[in-house]
């Protein structure tokens, strides 16, 4: 009874007694206070306040975002206005001595006190051929620069770059053209030099960001394609961080990549992904930026709960040590793996100190390693690998995690294209480390990110609410995302739901003939050829457009034709020149992952995509033809794309598919087309190797991938033989070359 006046002063006596079996059991099982106390029906208000951590921290500039309970383990995190960040810490942590933690960073900086401190932008060292204003050592928010070439270049990338609030530029990297290379003038990251003045085949350029911290390639190669290996490099200081818009684009591309991640396969031979969580449960972590990342991992398993069947997960939490949560072998349902995650609380494997990432990807490495030697895999493709790494600060322990990621790498070398790595760093780890969890890709990597920087587990909440918001549907993306008769689909395979939504089939009167192919180029227009329709003019009423199914008499929507335009000099001055029509629907077309538009060359979308010099529209799209078809075959480019559609599919038959298909095919050089008719400006040829666009294929597209994104490139127009599989070629309207015509009447594309 000493004691009962002394409780008194902190809480009743009715609470005292049952605070301390709570306290108890908390110990013992290592949970966290305020949440066990919740669990057994006592008020929050019943923790005394000798457990608290103090409140009376600040931040010079800012404020601070406190914990529901400021218990051991409970977080708070300092909020700074628009262009500044926290300093010298974003978070700290209660610990169990009721005191938060140090105000000291992983470059060692401490401070009494915390405070919001100014981001900055990097300077252009240099910008060839060209001139900048204004020149200054470092940019605040908000302050942008100009660019403008000498006479007899022109400008590629935007005109006019700003500094943002997370010490990062708008835009891609400004460049002036030069004429007579095989590939563009990849530009000079700002703060960085470049080593390397040419850009022809095999060309290489290293990159150099001196004091700062280089992210992206620093070495990249100039490809046959016209294009260069690797990403687009930039320099960073040392605070700047990453938009969270770029992590939830490149989670969406990885989401449609698993739903649609091998052309050359059939419907039947599904490509398994392993999926590989590896989180970090250290005890800088906290309980409220626990909850945040797991909430984050099950969001994402979430968004493929509808492949069971294709998709695996295996999630190993680490601190001190490695725990495997769920595990690959197990081959858990997606419910199941969520279910196991949310059975998790912070503090319950009681491994919270210390921070064993190479042990943890040791455990990855092994369960490849099984996978690899596995019987299972002899008769179809070893499943893809996808990891994922959430950490906050520097490793400890033995194994080193490059030493552990080069092993994991070497062990998959010889497959191609089955590893992917992607690492979030949050709050107190350095970029360089980061980087070096990512194999470096060689080859085309399509300016895709795998490295990503956010001060605070905040941003994980706003990716997945970003995607939430992405109601906008973006052209060219393929999977499930918030991403003529005389024409010929001869030797390819069976497409897959989602693989081609913008492709739809036009059903023809039948005293014409039967159907033929289009894309969907925005919501109320289609593009196809027009010799499916010269002959249909008085006949529109009795013709339908069913897009949304890969199956040719099925669709999500069936829309009937408001007008229907042929190119007016169809025809003429030689037979099939022009050959391009667009339909006007009734209906406005509803999009969804099924049913979404094609890009188009010549247009804003593409600009972005191709990185286009900043000219008039007309030269703008000449460099695009060059880029998108060699100029018609004219040049030395090494360009290969998908065609799709219904057509006949068996040589020397009259056998329309059932199912889309699709082939991929390489566009040819003119001389070697060989086309019954006299081949215009308006055409090019291509072919496979065992491939070609057949009868029934008539106005479908042809389409190219740059940055993830499909540009559609060409309408598939007549064949070299009408015979199936016999003398293969295909000859294609050039899209690019009749984008004029198209701009003058559609009007809902953007084009400049």
Known sequence: MEVKPMILNHCSLLMAVHLNMAFHTIRQRGHDITLMVLMIGLWPTAICEGNLCPNDEVIDGGWIKWPENRVERSVMTYICPVGFRPHPVSWRYCGSDGKWSRLRNTYREVARRASCKELTCLAPQYFEFGSFNPHRDVYRFNESISFQCYDGFQLVGPA???????????????????????????????????????????????????????????????????????????????????????????????????????????????????????????????????????????????????????????????????????????????????????????????????????????????????????????????????????????????????????????????????????????????????????????????????????????????????????????????????????????????????????????????????????????????????????????MISNITVRVGSIRRMDSLQTLTLEEVILHENFDRPTKMNNDIALLKVKETITYSSHVRPVCLPCTKRSAQLLSSPEANWNKACQSEDIRLTGDGGREATKLSGYVTGWGYYRKASRISSINLRHAQINIQNRLTCESPFPLTETMFCARGEKTDSCQGDSGGPLVLERNHRWIQIGIVSFGKSTTCGQDIMGIYSNVPKLMSWIKERVTDVEYE
């Not at 449609?256 to 969580?277: A, E, H, I, W, Y």
């Not at 069971?308 to 001190?320: L, Y």
């Open 160 to 538: 006019l770059r700003t500094c943002l609030p997370n010490g990062q530029w708008t835009g891609k990297v400004p460049r002036c053209y030069t004429e007579g290379t095989l590939c563009p003038n990849p530009g000079i990251p700002f703060g960085s030099k470049r080593m390397g003045n040419r850009f022809n085949i095999l060309s290489i350029v290293q990159y150099n960001c001196q004091t700062n911290i280089l992210r992206g390639s620093s070495k990249r190669q100039c490809l046959q394609s016209g294009q260069w290996t690797g990403v687009e490099p930039r320099c960073e200081n040392r605070y700047a961080f990453d938009n969270v818009k770029d992590l939830a684009r490149e989670l969406d591309i990885l989401e449609s990549t698993v739903r649609t991640n091998d052309l050359t396969l059939g419907s039947n031979d599904k490509k398994r992904v392993d999926f590989f969580f590896v989180v970090d449960i250290s005890a800088s972590l906290g309980n409220e930026n626990f909850i945040k990342t797991f909430d984050f991992v099950t969001t994402f398993i979430n968004r493929l709960s509808d492949l069971n069947d294709v998709v695996r997960f295996e999630v190993i939490a680490f601190g001190s040590d490695a725990i495997t949560i769920t595990h690959i072998k197990d081959d858990l349902t997606h419910a199941r793996v969520i279910e196991k995650i949310k059975g998790l609380k912070y503090g319950d494997l009681n491994i919270n100190r210390g921070r064993t990432t190479g042990y943890a990807l040791e455990k990855v490495y092994s369960t490849i390693n099984d996978t690899l030697h596995s019987g299972t895999w002899k008769s179809r493709p070893v499943p893809k690998q996808v990891i994922m790494i959430i950490t906050n600060g520097q490793f400890t322990g033995a194994s080193s995690p490059y030493s552990v990621m080069k092993k994991i790498s070497n062990s998959l070398s010889h497959l191609s294209n089955r590893l992917d790595v992607y690492a979030i760093g949050i709050g107190g780890i350095k970029k360089d480390f980061l980087e070096s969890l990512v194999p470096v890709k060689d080859t085309l990597a399509h300016g895709q990110q795998y490295a990503f920087y956010f001060p605070t587990y905040d941003y994980l909440e706003e990716t997945q609410e970003k995607h939430k918001m992405n109601s906008k549907f973006d052209c060219g993306v393929r999977g499930n995302l918030i991403q003529g008769p005389v024409g010929r689909i001869f030797g390819g395979v069976e497409s897959r739901e989602y693989d081609w939504p913008w492709q739809v089939s036009i059903r023809l009167p039948k005293s014409v003939q039967e159907f033929c192919g289009g894309s969907i180029i925005s919501a109320r227009w289609i593009l196809s050829a027009a010799h499916c329709f010269n002959e249909t003019m008085g």
